[in-house]
């Protein structure tokens, strides 16, 4: 939830208006928004290579996924993946807009693991591709906006280890 959500609903639960350390947080929140929208926007213009590159990557470092027997193996399930870093990256860009990990782990970390699980998907390989996808975006962008996505990659990597 972003800070501005946050604090309305804070003070609307004790029928007050916001703080004046409330307000400061808003207005850095505020601050950092053109860097937050320039980072989403660098990311979801650049979906199908950073997918097309972590892909490439992750099957360079894990071959036995697209090999006979492996979770990637054949056209179908291999689209199936490529289509899950997407939904991925979706997410962090999520995240960025936030500037927090509440809408990551509220639409996309909440039973991931018992899902991936279930359909008999190694989940350290889906840890690994996020890698790849982290890899591939944080190339895209300057130093410092590099270091204000990271965290969100590092927190669905946190939660598939």
Do not use: H
């Amino acid at each position: 939830m972003s800070v501005v959500s946050q604090v309305i609903l804070n003070a609307d639960d004790e029928l007050r208006y916001p703080t004046t350390g409330e307000l400061k947080a808003i207005e850095e929140f505020l601050k950092t928004g053109e860097q937050r929208t320039r980072i989403a926007a660098t990311l979801s213009e650049n979906e199908k290579k950073i997918v097309d590159q972590a892909s490439r990557e992750l099957w360079r470092r894990r071959p036995d996924f697209i090999a006979p027997g492996g979770n990637a193996y054949g056209q179908k399930q291999r689209a199936l993946c490529i289509r899950d870093y997407g939904w991925y990256l979706r997410l962090v860009t999520y995240g960025v807009l936030a500037g927090d990990q509440t809408p990551i782990e509220a639409i996309g970390i909440v039973g991931v693991r018992e899902m991936y699980n279930a359909l008999d998907v190694p989940v350290p390989g889906m840890a690994e591709a996020i890698r790849c996808l982290k890899e591939a975006s944080l190339n895209l962008l300057s130093d410092e906006d590099a270091a204000e996505a990271q965290p969100y990659f590092d927190y669905i990597i946190q939660a598939m280890s």
